[in-house]
């Protein structure tokens, strides 16, 4: 896997007088998206475990451990996931 800083040239393109863009015309590898949103979900991750540091500040280590995995499995507004529909039971 590429440094953090790597694929951040791949996905913001050259700079040009300290600005960086990205051409319409050169889209993204899928290498490339599949590596971005994993550095997004592990980014919110850390983002969600400081928010419950800063609500939870006596709470030891392996307890925000177990609230951020709570937090994971459960998502609030996504209780039966990202798809779209109505939820139905798996088949059996």
Known sequence: MPASGSLRREVNGPS????LFRM????L????KFRL???MFETGVELM????RRSHPLA????LDRMLVNWLRT???????????????PAA
């Open 49 to 52: 475990r400081q928010n419950l």
């Open 60 to 63: 030891s280590p392996v307890e």
């Open 75 to 89: 998502r609030p507004g996504a209780e039966h996931g990202d798809g779209v529909g109505r939820p139905r039971k």
């Open 37 to 39: 949103t994993l550095e």
């Open 24 to 27: 319409a015309s050169d889209p």
């Open 16 to 19: 040009v007088s300290g600005r």
């Open 29 to 32: 590898s899928p290498g490339a």
